[in-house]
Every structure is written in structure tokens, then in C-alpha cells.
């Protein structure tokens, strides 16, 4: 009945300011709000459960890969959210987004394709054709 997925961080580790901006790509681990400007990708260690808080004055220009995502501000680019992703009111993003559960608020824009992860589309099965072998 529910989905079993990895718990968000409950807690904020990291910081981008009102007013900061970063070029160049961020990495990260545990939990990152984004207040501000990020012109590069965003990154969390897939290994561990990760949260990305994009506020209303958020901006992020460039790939996010995270295992829990919730946006209410501007992204332009790809989003791979492996677990939850939540897109609130004021969010508006421009790419494609993968995600495995996802939450929708009134408001929020998507101009780019929506691609449900899922656990049969992940695994990768070789076949082997029947009469096709070499001899």
C-alpha cells in the first residue's frame, strides 16, 4: 500500500544564501537548501539518502541528481530524483525529470518530459535469441 523508499534527511547540513552565487558544480551529502543562484550541477552521494530544498528564490542551472527533491523555485536542466520529489506552487522547471514518486501543487510549471523510475525499468535483462548463436 505504501511505497518503501528511503527516509528524507530531516535536517539541513548545508546552505546556499539569499544573494550567494555559486558557478561550478556542488556536491553534497545529508541535506542542502537553496536559497540562492547555482550555475553548474547539483549532485548528492547516491549511496546515502539525500535532501535538496530549492526555496521560491532559488535558481539552479544545470543537473540535479538527488534521492529526495523538493522545488518551489527555477530549474534549468535535467532532474533525476530517485526517490520522492515534491514540485510546490511557484516551481518552474525546464528539462526532463525522472523521478519515482512525485507530488504536484497547483502552480508549478514543467516544460520538458516526466519519466517514472521504476523498479522493472531498471533492471537490465540480456536475452538470448534462440538459432542466433554462432557455430
Known sequence: MFNKHSKPQNRIDSLIGLGTKVKGD???TGG???DGEISGNVVAD???ASTLVLSEHAKVDGEIRVTHLV???VVTGPIHASE???LQSKAKITGDVKYKTLEIQLG???EGKLVHLNEASEKVVSLKLSG???K
Open 26 to 28: 556542488v556536491f553534497f
Open 32 to 34: 542542502l537548501r537553496v
Open 46 to 48: 547516491q549511496s546515502k
Open 71 to 73: 522545488v518551489n523555485g
Open 84 to 86: 520522492y520529489m515534491e
Open 108 to 110: 508549478a510549471i514543467v
Open 132 to 134: 542466433t548463436e554462432s
